[in-house]
């Protein structure tokens, strides 16, 4: 059986401990009919792959994480059409397979997208996991068009869906971006990306009461816990909120008077159920027209160039630092 090389997780362990991230050896994945076999170029670490790193159980059986890749087509499965060998390639990937931090990876052709000629593997890497994430949360949560008017805000704006959110709000729709960030670092990052109006999220009600009187329209939550109260005094009646969060025991009953809607916003819906796959694929395409026409760029920001369990080690340390501007991405 062919082998190769991956970075390995044997359980939910501080970084700090070797079962956490190990340099391992093992079986090239084999393909289904719709599968193509990448050869990863680069990834970028998110949030999620924190969290997933944290929840794993002991395990004699390695996990192989990661979601965000670029990389080339190396082999396509018996029934993919929309891709060939050698194709340059961009995804986010599936929480339900071994993840992209390993030298080969198998994905489902149908959520794979056509790399940006204009970026370096590294550069696009970081796009995938946030742009998938921002643009389902502006274009089917909040149902944005080029008409809608009205005030966006983003909490966290400096992160990578928050970047990524400003480009395309102000890009493909009329809304005024309000975002949010608390070191002059984030918010000139914030500023940079296109944000209309900056303020700081440790003085939320005053900041947002004072820029948006009457409430604003959109609210995009990725840190939910303890900000539901504020939420219902600074979004204005019949205003929607999308979460990418899920805070334990979080109580929404604040929102009913105004009849503010909750929406949930995961980017995985659809390859956990198979729903509307190539949803993705079309979605990370016009994400590329939109990187080489120059109109949205990559929110890179820390390059690790080190593809073993050291480099992941480090970008995981970036991301778990909760100081991230921008996106870490390691390349090989």
Request: proline share 5%.
């Amino acid at each position: 059986m062919p082998t190769m090389t991956a970075v390995g997780s044997y359980a939910g362990a501080p970084l700090d401990d070797p079962d956490a991230l190990q340099d391992i050896e093992t079986g090239v994945p084999e393909l289904g009919p719709q599968d193509l076999l990448v050869r990863v170029q680069a990834v970028s670490v998110n949030p999620v792959d924190i969290k997933r790193r944290r929840s794993l159980q002991p395990s004699s059986t390695p996990v192989i994480l990661g979601f965000d890749a670029a990389g080339v087509v190396e082999a396509v499965g018996p029934e993919v059409s929309a891709h060939g060998v050698g194709d340059q390639v961009w995804y986010a990937g599936d929480i339900t397979r071994p993840g992209s931090n390993a030298e080969l990876q198998a994905v489902d052709s149908r959520i794979v997208g056509r790399r940006p000629a204009s970026l370096s593997a590294g550069d696009a890497a970081a796009l995938p996991l946030t742009a998938i994430t921002a643009w389902e949360a502006l274009f089917e949560r909040f149902r944005l068009t080029r008409e809608s008017t009205g005030d966006l805000l983003i909490m966290g704006a400096a992160g990578g869906v928050g970047s990524i959110m400003i480009q395309l709000a102000k890009a493909l729709t009329g809304v005024r971006v309000i975002a949010t960030a608390s070191r002059d670092e984030s918010a000139d990052w914030a500023r940079t990306m296109g944000a209309d109006e900056v303020i700081n999220h440790h003085d939320l009600l005053a900041q947002a009461k004072a820029v948006a009187p009457q409430g604003v329209d959109y609210l995009f939550s990725p840190h939910s816990a303890g900000n539901i109260e504020t939420y219902a005094q600074i979004v204005r009646p019949f205003g929607e909120i999308t979460a990418i969060d899920e805070p334990e025991g979080m109580d929404l009953l604040p929102l009913k008077e105004k009849s503010i809607a909750w929406h949930w916003e995961l980017m995985f819906t659809r390859s956990l159920f198979g729903y509307d796959l190539t949803y993705q694929r079309d979605l990370l395409n016009a994400m590329a027209d939109l990187v080489d026409a120059g109109t949205v760029r990559s929110t890179v920001t820390a390059t690790i160039d080190d593809f073993s369990a050291a480099g992941i080690r480090a970008a995981h340390q970036q991301v778990e630092s909760g100081q991230m501007v921008g996106k870490v991405v390691v390349t090989r």
